[in-house]
């Protein structure tokens, strides 16, 4: 059995917030978790992330390794 008076307080119904809005309910030694950032409002899982690339490198390693099609490449 666990020791009396040593373990934290559990909340199993603790409330994670995001911009004020509760976005999940996880068990936590805290009852409400504030987070910038959660896998709804983040850019790669909600398929808007951009690659940023002002001197072609993407590309360039594209077509260094054959990935590139026909119409990517430019003459």
Request: some cysteine.
């Amino acid at each position: 059995m666990a020791k009396e008076g040593i373990h934290p307080q559990w909340y199993p119904d603790a409330q994670v917030v995001c911009n004020g809005e509760v976005v999940m309910t996880v068990g936590s030694t805290k009852p409400k978790i504030n987070v910038d950032v959660w896998s709804g409002n983040h850019p790669y899982f909600t398929g808007t992330q951009k690659i940023i690339d002002t001197e072609g490198r993407v590309e360039r390693f594209l077509r260094k390794y054959g990935m590139a099609s026909s119409t990517d490449t430019q003459a």
